[in-house]
């Protein structure tokens, strides 16, 4: 079974500037991974897919990069409503389809 | 509007089972496989399975195998998650969620709004 590992577990980031992300598989899942982001008490949003596809309706500044093990997702020009937990999935071995923990992205 | 939505929340001894409902509305339902994930409280997401709803063939993870059947109703466009044996790590929102911009695979871009299970005595 894969496993996804995510770092840092919080970042905290002014308004305005990057935040990097970062999601690390123990095997290679090619690039069949994703991104979403949770607020709380709401279901995950699908930001990215196939490690660099932004899903429909997400802003240009949400980026994916990576493949094999490692991928970083990339927020530029953070704003307020960024504020969230940040969640990685890998599709390539499954059952079952894992994600990596989280990482909590506050704003300061 | 793709809409899924849930049953309302439920609270269940130990031991007990539990039986959640997912309704899809404005799309072909026998289309999309539909997931089903738990969140435990204050913890990350965790994949419990899924099933065609056409064919209502269900693939559950491993560790759920013998405690999760997965069931569908064409007639109301509905598939229905049991979870028996419950204990109290079983305490979690249940989210069902399908894949429509990408159908091959299964990222989730629409999601129910959740189903709290408390399990507790």
């Known amino acids: 079974e894969i496993v996804l590992t995510q770092s840092p577990a919080t970042l905290s980031v002014s308004p305005g500037e990057r935040a990097t992300l970062s999601c690390r598989a123990s095997?290679?899942?090619?690039?069949?991974l994703a991104w979403y982001h949770q607020k709380p008490g709401q279901a995950p949003r699908l930001l990215i897919y196939?490690?660099?596809t932004r899903a429909a309706g997400v802003p240009a500044r949400f980026s994916g990069s990576g493949s094999g093990t490692e991928f970083t997702l990339t927020i530029s020009s953070l704003q307020s409503e960024d504020s969230a937990v940040y969640y990685c999935?890998?599709?390539?071995?499954?059952?079952?389809?894992?994600f990596g923990q989280g990482t909590k992205l506050e704003i300061k | 509007q793709v809409q899924l939505v849930q049953s309302g929340a439920e609270v269940k001894m130990p031991g007990a089972s539990v039986k959640v409902s997912c309704k899809a509305s404005?799309?072909?339902?026998?289309?999309?496989?539909v997931h089903w994930m738990r969140q435990a409280p204050g913890q990350g997401l965790e994949w419990v399975g899924r099933?065609?709803?056409?064919?209502?063939?269900?693939s559950p993870a491993q560790k759920f195998q013998g405690r999760v059947t997965m069931t569908s109703d064409t007639s109301i466009n509905t598939v229905y998650l049991e979870l028996t044996g419950l204990r109290s790590d079983d305490t979690a929102v249940y989210y069902c969620?399908?894949?429509?911009?990408?159908?091959?695979?299964?990222?989730?871009?629409?999601w129910g709004q959740g189903t709290l299970v408390t399990v507790s005595s």
């Open positions: 969620a399908i894949s429509v911009e990408a159908p091959a695979t299964p990222n989730f871009d629409f």
């Open positions: 404005a799309y072909s339902y026998t289309v999309y496989h």
């Open positions: 099933i065609n709803p056409r064919t209502g063939g269900g």
């Open positions: 095997q290679s899942v090619s690039n069949n």
């Open positions: 196939a490690a660099s």
């Open positions: 999935q890998q599709y390539n071995n499954w059952p079952p389809y894992n």
